[in-house]
Nanobody
Framework: QVQLVESGGGLVQAWGSLRLSCAAA???????????MGWFRQAPGKEREFVAT????????YYGDSVRGRFTISRNNAKNTVDPQMNSLKDKDTAVYYC??????????????????????WGQGTQVTVSS
């Protein structure tokens, strides 16, 4: 069982920055074992949208088109955390942000993990509101 807890959300002005964090917990949970971690977001009335994903090495990262160049995802396997640094925020970035973990042992390619169906565990989400 993997528990994911997001934090760091809040209210920020447009063009500001915010850093979210996802802490993975559980009796035998370790990010040294979980290969792919992802972040998604969902705005009111819209479908869940892919934000970013990162593999265990921390080197392979992938971003959604709407955040590429503004967001940077990183992970600390020793601390069991995955953090997206969000810069140049826009009002359209307003959403609930979710952390997700894919615990399978087979990697299916980055396209697979751009879909929410590629993940087994989800956090409760943290609200990010950008005021213009």
């Amino acid at each position: 069982q993997v528990q994911l807890v997001e934090s760091g959300g809040g209210l920020v002005q447009a063009w500001g920055s915010l850093r979210l964090s996802c802490a993975a917990a559980g009796r035998t949970v370790s990010l040294y074992i979980i290969d792919t971690m992802g972040w998604f977001r969902q705005a009111p009335g819209k479908e869940r949208e892919f934000v970013a994903t990162i593999r265990r090495s921390g080197i392979s990262t992938y971003y959604g088109d709407s955040v590429r160049g503004r967001f940077t995802i990183s992970r600390n396997n020793a601390k069991n955390t995955v953090d997206p640094q969000m810069n140049s925020l826009k009002d359209k970035d307003t959403a609930v942000y979710y952390c997700a973990a894919a615990t399978g042992t087979t990697y299916y390619g980055d396209t697979y993990y751009r879909r929410s169906s590629g993940y087994d565990y989800w956090g409760q989400g943290t609200q990010v509101t950008v005021s213009s």
